[in-house]
């Protein structure tokens, strides 16, 4: 090759680099920067690369104490832009943002992976580690609820019931469901605090597992969650099922409201029909043959048990379904699977389950009581990848520490103490709140 092919070789090469290596521009901004307490704030978040294409393939751990981050929706937005004259092209992506406390929050974020690829077939690529700016959140809590925990500032909210079966009167045995649907426009299902069922005495009580379910679609984002409890007649009687208040903030008419919904009062009766109960002896004494007077027999000696054969049959199987155990169950095989969403809803409910009080049981206050050190060191890894919405990374360590943690609470239980105990708040007195669950 002569000199001339040379420098023409060397002319290529230096061209081709500083297209793979060029300008890369990374940008963030919230929309809105000041917003309300359980407001949806939106991290847009741009890579751009210049006559190159960028892309993030990863974002490491962004956290803003005192909120919720969700990850993004999808896989980003491809775009175009001229700076300085020059083309750019890149991703943009979208992360929201619940505040959970009022004040000035900040972001926290880890170094961010970005890929940048040159123009044309069979392109070299680059990859960079950069960093977010800078930025902060001024949340403000609505007139009025200031001291509301999980409050939920949307634009549009709806509440409904439904009740199965559709009937006010029932007999001892029979049971009724609850069923409550929430929606809310720009809030996920999980962002939805969890309902308080109040148990009623004399009917056997059995929450259910929440149901959670989101639509996204070109930025706009609807969340239903869908909680439901039986209710179980053990005896006799009248009942009232209480209603439940909901109170969230609009942020459009900016106005704080309450949806009710209406309670139920129930008439249990324990009275068996008299036309049943003396079936059996008339056949009997009709009977003619020694085997079917025998069957009638048995008839007529079980036929008064049916009632409270069928209640104890219906007390195992509800009892053994939403038992602390199957809780505790669920939990652990959420934790195995490492996604933050489920573990969050199953934790809840667990921690629910283990004690009802008026106020929602907290983990950290769970593991302050029955915890030691090296639990709350884990568990503390535990809320920041709830708060984060990240995978968790020691799982082992995490089944461990709550499976120690419980057996203590089982101990202390049996000796009769930690019953009707109130758990702590999540964070009490701080500024740090973890995920729904």
């Given at each position: 090759m002569n000199m001339r092919g040379i420098a023409l070789w060397l002319c290529c090469l230096s061209l081709s680099a500083t297209a793979v290596g060029g300008e890369v521009v990374l940008r963030a901004r919230l929309t809105p920067q000041q917003a309300w307490?359980?407001?949806?704030?939106?991290?847009?978040?741009?890579?751009?690369?210049a006559d190159a294409w960028a892309r993030i393939t990863g974002f490491g751990r962004i956290a803003i104490p005192g909120a919720y981050v969700l990850p993004p929706q999808d896989q980003g937005v491809h775009f175009q832009e001229t700076l300085d004259g020059a083309s750019h092209a890149g991703q943009r992506y979208e992360l929201f943002i619940y505040p959970q406390r009022a004040g000035e929050l900040q972001l926290k974020a880890e170094p961010i992976e970005v890929r940048v690829r040159a123009l044309g077939i069979d392109a070299d690529e680059t990859l960079h580690t950069m960093s977010l700016p800078p930025l902060t959140i001024t949340s403000v809590a609505p007139p009025g609820a200031a001291d509301m925990e999980g409050l939920?500032?949307?634009?549009?909210?709806?509440?409904?019931?439904?009740?199965?079966?559709?009937?006010?009167?029932?007999?001892?045995?029979?049971?009724?469901?609850?069923?409550?649907?929430?929606?809310?426009?720009?809030?996920?299902?999980?962002?939805?605090?969890?309902?308080?069922?109040?148990?009623?005495?004399?009917?056997?009580?059995?929450?259910?597992?929440?149901?959670?379910?989101?639509?996204?679609?070109?930025?706009?984002?609807?969340?239903?969650?869908?909680?439901?409890?039986?209710?179980?007649?053990?005896?006799?009687?009248?009942?009232?099922?209480?209603?439940?208040?909901?109170?969230?903030?609009?942020?459009?008419?900016?106005?704080?409201?309450?949806?009710?919904?209406?309670?139920?009062?129930?008439s249990v009766s324990g009275a068996a029909d008299a036309s049943m109960e003396t079936g059996g002896d008339d056949l009997k004494e009709r009977a003619f043959f020694w085997p079917v007077a025998g069957l009638l027999l048995l008839i007529a000696v079980l036929f008064p048990l049916r009632r409270p054969?069928?209640?104890?049959?219906?007390?195992?199987?509800?009892?053994?379904?939403?038992?602390?155990?199957?809780?505790?169950?669920?939990?652990?095989?959420?934790?195995?699977?490492?996604?933050?969403?489920?573990?969050?809803?199953?934790?809840?409910?667990?921690?629910?389950?283990?004690?009802?009080?008026?106020?929602?049981?907290?983990?950290?206050?769970?593991?302050?009581?029955?915890?030691?050190?090296?639990?709350?060191?884990?568990?503390?890894?535990?809320?920041?990848?709830?708060?984060?919405?990240?995978?968790?990374?020691?799982?082992?360590?995490?089944?461990?520490?709550?499976?120690?943690?419980?057996?203590?609470?089982?101990?202390?239980?049996?000796?009769?103490?930690?019953?009707?105990?109130?758990?702590?708040?999540?964070?009490?007195?701080?500024?740090?709140?973890?995920?729904?669950?």
């Amino acid at each position: 090759m002569n000199m001339r092919g040379i420098a023409l070789w060397l002319c290529c090469l230096s061209l081709s680099a500083t297209a793979v290596g060029g300008e890369v521009v990374l940008r963030a901004r919230l929309t809105p920067q000041q917003a309300w307490v359980g407001q949806r704030v939106i991290l847009q978040v741009d890579v751009l690369a210049a006559d190159a294409w960028a892309r993030i393939t990863g974002f490491g751990r962004i956290a803003i104490p005192g909120a919720y981050v969700l990850p993004p929706q999808d896989q980003g937005v491809h775009f175009q832009e001229t700076l300085d004259g020059a083309s750019h092209a890149g991703q943009r992506y979208e992360l929201f943002i619940y505040p959970q406390r009022a004040g000035e929050l900040q972001l926290k974020a880890e170094p961010i992976e970005v890929r940048v690829r040159a123009l044309g077939i069979d392109a070299d690529e680059t990859l960079h580690t950069m960093s977010l700016p800078p930025l902060t959140i001024t949340s403000v809590a609505p007139p009025g609820a200031a001291d509301m925990e999980g409050l939920i500032s949307t634009r549009e909210l709806t509440a409904n019931q439904t009740w199965e079966p559709q009937r006010t009167e029932l007999k001892v045995g029979d049971s009724i469901r609850r069923i409550v649907r929430l929606r809310a426009a720009d809030v996920p299902g999980m962002a939805f605090p969890p309902l308080r069922f109040s148990p009623v005495e004399g009917l056997g009580f059995y929450p259910d597992e929440a149901r959670v379910e989101d639509a996204y679609h070109r930025g706009t984002l609807s969340g239903m969650r869908t909680e439901s409890v039986t209710y179980l007649a053990e005896r006799a009687g009248d009942f009232n099922l209480p209603p439940i208040t909901l109170t969230w903030w609009d942020t459009a008419g900016e106005k704080l409201r309450r949806i009710e919904l209406p309670g139920l009062r129930l008439s249990v009766s324990g009275a068996a029909d008299a036309s049943m109960e003396t079936g059996g002896d008339d056949l009997k004494e009709r009977a003619f043959f020694w085997p079917v007077a025998g069957l009638l027999l048995l008839i007529a000696v079980l036929f008064p048990l049916r009632r409270p054969l069928a209640v104890r049959w219906r007390n195992w199987r509800l009892a053994h379904e939403y038992s602390e155990a199957r809780y505790f169950h669920r939990l652990r095989a959420a934790i195995r699977a490492g996604d933050p969403g489920p573990v969050h809803r199953h934790l809840m409910h667990w921690l629910d389950r283990l004690e009802y009080t008026e106020q929602p049981a907290r983990l950290d206050g769970f593991i302050e009581r029955y915890g030691d050190e090296a639990g709350r060191r884990v568990m503390a890894q535990l809320q920041a990848s709830l708060n984060d919405n990240s995978r968790l990374t020691n799982r082992k360590e995490i089944l461990r520490v709550l499976g120690k943690t419980r057996r203590r609470w089982k101990r202390r239980v049996s000796r009769g103490a930690g019953r009707g105990a109130e758990l702590p708040p999540l964070n009490p007195g701080t500024s740090e709140k973890g995920a729904s669950t």
